[in-house]
Each structure stands twice: as structure tokens, then as C-alpha cells.
């Protein structure tokens, strides 16, 4: 749809993986992928699955295949029963292996408060071959959390309040090249303010849905982000946007 092409169908895979991603000095790309109404909620009755369909489930699959790690707080992987992420399609699993990537992105859970579920799907439903995921957290976290997670994932612990800053520079230094954060606003709203956010991936959903919510959460960023729009793609009634930081 923009830029505009020969008319015919555009190539989701070839449109999002051909397109160039150099990690900035010292840290990873970080792609942000949320999806939202029209008028800009995240969430019905505390679900983004409601907003989305099939188009916007498919697209997911090839936006995941982009990542070595998908980053997501913890409020959404409990809100949304988060599990481990599937197998690509064979498409993106050739991009993947080409580029040399792992057959499934690694996942990496941001809580403070370790308030997570050790039985949880997200760390019950892991392919054997693949590291457990991560879970950053803080020293405030009450132990026995921490206990009763060592076990599943592999716990990352920071002194005091958890600074995205440091989770992105954790993930450097262990030869991440780049980071899917897939929200919530929240966590978004940390990583824009810290000036970490290279690229959003916005589809908007054909809903109007009220409610006042948005992309991010918490105080106003001290300085607006601009953003240059890269591509829209269209289906089923979704726009499916691409900004990149200016």
C-alpha cells in the first residue's frame, strides 16, 4: 500500500525481513510490536486478543521471526496466558537459519516483583531444546519468588529498581542483535522514554473501543519521539504500520 507497488500482493515476509535493522553502538535493535484500535486502546476488558484477527496473527508470526529475544513485562504475559513462542513457518524459519538465528526467538520477562506463576505455560510448555527463559528482576522481589523461579528460568537479578537500561544492555552483552517488546504500555512507555526504541510495528484494528487508553502509560515523555512512517500494509481491515526513530 505505501510506497506504492505494481498492484499486486505484497510479500509480508520479504517486506518486513529484507529490510535493513544495524544495531546501534553498544546495544540491539529494539522493534516494538503492539497492536491497537483506531482509537488507540491496547486492550478489551484486559485483552489484546480481542482486537486482533486472523491478518493480524499471521503478521505477528512474521514480525516474531525477526527477533533473538521477545521482551514483554509482566502484567501482559499474566494477562494474556503468555506462552513460549511457536516454530515459525517455514518461510521465516529460512530467514532465520540464514541469518543465523536460533529456530525460536528466546523470551525474556520483565518483573520487578517477580510476581510470576513457576507452573505457568510460559515455562512448562518450553521446547526441551531451547534455554529457559529469562525473567529480569530486582532485589526488592521477595525471595521466595526468586526460589521458586531459579528453577524455570534463568533469573536475572539487578540492585534496587529494574532500569530497562540495564535489561537491554544484559541482552548485548549476551549477542542479542534484536529485541521484539511486545508491551505493554508500560514497559513500552520505559523503553521510549530511555531513548531505546528503534522501530514500532503498529497494526490498528478496525474497532472503536473508548476507554482512554493508549500505546504508552505512565508520565508523558520529556521529549515527543519522531518517528518516520517506513510502510503500511493492509488486510482484512487492519493497517498494519511500520514507523522507525528519526
Do not use: I, K
Not at 101 to 129: E, K, M, T
Amino acid at each position: 500500500m505505501f510506497p506504492p507497488g505494481d498492484g499486486g500482493e505484497a510479500d509480508p515476509v520479504a517486506v518486513y525481513h529484507d529490510a535493513e535493522r544495524p544495531a546501534p553502538a553498544g546495544r540491539p535493535w529494539v522493534l516494538v510490536n503492539m497492536v491497537a484500535s483506531v482509537d488507540r486502546a491496547t486492550a478489551v476488558d484486559g485483552l489484546s486478543g480481542p482486537l486482533g484477527g486472523d491478518a493480524d496473527r499471521r503478521l505477528l508470526g512474521v514480525v516474531r521471526g525477526l527477533a533473538d529475544v521477545v521482551l514483554v513485562g509482566a502484567g501482559t504475559v499474566r494477562a494474556e496466558g503468555y506462552r513460549p513462542p511457536l516454530t515459525p513457518a517455514a518461510a521465516v524459519g529460512g530467514r532465520r537459519a540464514t541469518r543465523g538465528q536460533a529456530v525460536r526467538p528466546r523470551l525474556a520477562v520483565v518483573s520487578g516483583s517477580a510476581n510470576l506463576d513457576p507452573s505457568a505455560a510460559l515455562f512448562a510448555d518450553r521446547d526441551p531444546d531451547d534455554p529457559r527463559p529469562l525473567v529480569y528482576t530486582s532485589t526488592d522481589a521477595v525471595p521466595d519468588r526468586l526460589n521458586g523461579l531459579s528453577g524455570e528460568a534463568e533469573v536475572v537479578v539487578t540492585e534496587g529498581v529494574l532500569d530497562v537500561v540495564e535489561v537491554v544492555a544484559d541482552l548485548h552483552d549476551r549477542g542479542v542483535g534484536t529485541v521484539l517488546c511486545e508491551g505493554g504500555p508500560g514497559l513500552v512507555a520505559q523503553l521510549a522514554s530511555a531513548g531505546l526504541v528503534d522501530e514500532l510495528c503498529l497494526s490498528v484494528s478496525p474497532l472503536l473501543v473508548g476507554g482512554g487508553s493508549g500505546l504508552l502509560s505512565g508520565a508523558p515523555l520529556a521529549t515527543p519521539m519522531s518517528l518516520r512512517l517506513a510502510h503500511v500494509l493492509t488486510a482484512e481491515g487492519f493497517l498494519f504500520c511500520r514507523y522507525l526513530a528519526c
